[in-house]
């Protein structure tokens, strides 16, 4: 199924629906046609970016890619597949698996429901220094599964994770946590796939950077705890 996802977002026809609502930066549902499939999909243009001091300008639409090659190589599975477009309709851009859910469901709500382990989710955000983890980039498809969202601002080489998700500061890294960041620690050593992935989607610093994280979040055992003046994005959700 997500081979068949990959395929279509990958080469499939783009038709625009309409802006969706609530984004800092131009973002777009569209319909994803190819032999008689289709599926709905974020798309995410660079020309629509707004510009950032501390971030490339153009190179948002680039991250989010990213953000789904780390999680499906770690086994996390969080970010729905996502695909980098030159073809789209308004140029290149990102075009991502839209998961349908209720924006009443967040992270705020999840963390207070017993069973909810979200600690994937915290790993993850550290590993690619994810600056804009607000409680509505977490989301819950119609089988409950939960999705994470909107990685445009993450793998700078500076530390900016900016999070809600600080519930797990200091705890133990849980085994499942370990197992995915030796799984991206080994992945990310030059001349794998997702090394090379990444190098074509991020300078080689931020490469470099994320690997250096996984190392160090692996060395200390533990989940980060905040570190900057600024640990929570806003607005919150």
């Keep these: 199924m997500k081979e068949d996802v990959l395929d279509l977002l ?18 777009f ?19 629509g970016e707004r510009p950032l001091w501390d971030f490339q300008h ?38 991502q698996l839209f998961i349908e859910h209720d924006p009443e469901r967040h992270y705020f709500v999840f963390v207070e429901q017993e069973g909810r382990d979200l600690r994937s989710f915290a790993a993850f955000d550290a590993a690619i220094n994810n600056a804009d983890r607000k409680g509505g980039h977490v989301i819950e498809a119609r089988d409950g599964k939960l999705w994470a969202v909107d990685h445009g601002v993450s793998f700078h080489v500076e ?31 030059p001349g794998r796939p997702l090394y090379e992935r990444l190098g074509g989607l991020l300078a080689a610093g931020e490469v470099d950077a994320t690997r250096a994280r996984v190392r160090d979040l692996l060395r200390s055992g533990s989940f980060p705890a905040p570190s900057t003046d600024r640990p929570l994005p806003w607005p919150l959700i």
């Design 159 to 189: 530390p900016k994770l900016r999070t809600v998700i600080w519930v797990y500061a200091e705890d133990p890294l849980s085994a499942d946590a370990l197992d995915a960041l030796q799984r991206l620690e080994a992945e990310l050593e």
């Design 10 to 27: 990958s080469g499939g026809d783009i038709e625009v629906l309409g802006l969706l609502p609530y984004s800092s930066n131009y973002t």
């Design 58 to 95: 153009g190179s948002l639409a680039a991250r989010e890619v990213a953000a789904y090659e780390v999680s499906r190589a770690a086994g996390w599975h969080l970010v729905p597949p996502t695909v980098l477009r030159d073809d789209a309709p308004l140029g290149n851009g990102s075009l």
């Design 29 to 47: 549902l569209t319909k994803v046609t190819k032999d008689g499939r289709e599926l709905l999909a974020v798309y995410k243009p660079r020309r």
